[in-house]
């Protein structure tokens, strides 16, 4: 059974991204963990060492993040048709939002992050807001973004672009593996060329991606001297990608480098779902 975590503010943007979880999983057996954490914002030092139940402000907070999680599983309840491989519980939790999620993933063995994204300035052109991208860089858990007022469509196209010096095991990939064997979807794995020829170890990484996606459809595209977020974007409308998925290679200096300036120029363009997988677990 699928621990799948699901952080929400109770703004239209988390909620979008849990209605995706739901239809993206809705024929798995899944315990989907709706996680608000809360701090009072006058909540200081003072406050600390004094009688904070004197106000009785954490009660109500704690009261209010409740009631509306109670909330939420009420609108779930009412949008979707009951499944008896899903089941919800929800989770109160005074911390900060990266945090909770941390002790989350720990605490239910979390295999899967879904969260929306929103900008930090509001503006609509930016993707990903900051607790988006630390989610992103510090868990070692796979996080699947879903943009704004995204529609859900199920992902039967998906793009994976590396420059094959990540380390893929199967236990990093089986949630893309699920995700490709459950939606029957075809993987694009594609490699943007510098000009060089590929190394033995990319040519090794490459045999072993093939090996490990053989009972998919799995198509490899060598894309030629084109920068990396431009390939990404036209490759993304020609072929009409529903999904995209990177790995973040914490043990790479290239492949981080990599990720890291693709993450911060892609939120420009990107209109579809981003799953970030971690080669630590």
Known sequence: MKQILLPTDFSENSWNAIAYAIQLFKDEECTFHL???????????????????????????????????????????????????????THAKFDTMLSGVRDAIEEFDIDLIVMGTKGATGAKEILFGSN???VFNEMKC???????????????????????????????????????????????AMHVSTGYELTEKQERNKDLLESMFKDSAFLFHDIKTMEVT???????????????????????????LFFKNVINQIGFHLNVPFLVIPTEQ
């Open 132 to 134: 988006t991208v630390q």
């Open 142 to 188: 796979p996080v699947l973004a879903i943009p704004s007022g995204f529609a859900y469509k199920a992902p039967h196209e998906i793009l994976f672009p590396t420059d094959l010096d990540a380390i893929y095991k199967h236990s990093n990939l089986k949630i893309l593996k699920d995700i490709v064997s459950s939606n029957q979807a075809r993987l694009n």
């Open 35 to 89: 996680l608000n954490t809360y701090i009072p914002v006058i909540y200081n030092l003072e406050y600390v060492i004094g009688y904070p139940e004197q106000f009785g402000l954490v009660d109500a907070v704690r009261d209010t993040s409740r009631q509306n999680l109670f909330k939420v599983v009420s609108r779930i309840s009412s949008e979707f048709i009951k499944t008896k491989n899903h089941t919800f519980q």
């Open 230 to 256: 431009h390939a990404i974007n036209e490759f993304q409308v020609k072929h009409k990608i529903n999904l995209l998925v990177m790995i973040n290679n914490k043990h790479s200096f290239f492949e981080n």
